[in-house]
Nanobody, 124 residues
Framework: QVQLVESGGGLVQAGGSLRLSCAASGRTFGGSAMGWFRQAPGKEREFVATINWSGGSTHYAESVKGRFTISRDNAKNTVYLQMTSLKPEDTAVYYC?????????????????WGQGTQVTVSS
C-alpha cells in the first residue's frame, strides 16, 4: 500500500514557477515509477511527466517539455515537479501517482495509487 500527499500548488502569474512535491508512505516507493497527471476544468485527466524507479529515466508530455522537470529523492520518499514558464493553460488540479511498474509509463491504468491532487492556477 502506498499513500501519496501532494503539496506546493497555488496561484502564480504567467511566466512564474512552482514546485510541487509528493510525499509517499509505504515500502514500495523506491521500486515504483512515479508520474504526474493533471485535470483542467471540463477536461479529462492527462499525463504530464513520469520518472522511473531510480530517477534515471524521464518522459514528458509535449505541452510541458522544456518547462517542467520531474525528479525524485528515494531517501525522502518524495517526487517533485518543478514547473517554470507557467502558462494559463497549465491551470489544473495536479495529481501524483505511483506505478505498478519500475519503468516509465504514460498510461493511467498502470498507476495503482493516486494522491488527492493539488490546485495550480496560472493567471494571465
Amino acid at each position: 500500500q502506498v499513500q501519496l500527499v501532494e503539496s506546493g500548488g497555488g496561484l502564480v502569474q504567467a511566466g512564474g514557477s512552482l514546485r510541487l512535491s509528493c510525499a509517499a508512505s509505504g515500502r514500495t516507493f523506491g521500486g515504483s515509477a512515479m508520474g504526474w497527471f493533471r485535470q483542467a476544468p471540463g477536461k479529462e485527466r492527462e499525463f504530464v511527466a513520469t520518472i522511473n524507479w531510480s530517477g534515471g529515466s524521464t518522459h514528458y508530455a509535449e505541452s510541458v517539455k522544456g518547462r517542467f522537470t520531474i525528479s525524485r529523492d528515494n531517501a525522502k520518499n518524495t517526487v517533485y515537479l518543478q514547473m517554470t514558464s507557467l502558462k494559463p493553460e497549465d491551470t489544473a488540479v495536479y495529481y501524483c501517482a505511483a506505478s505498478s511498474y519500475r519503468t516509465i509509463t504514460t498510461i493511467e491504468g498502470q498507476y495503482a495509487y493516486w494522491g488527492q491532487g493539488t490546485q495550480v492556477t496560472v493567471s494571465s
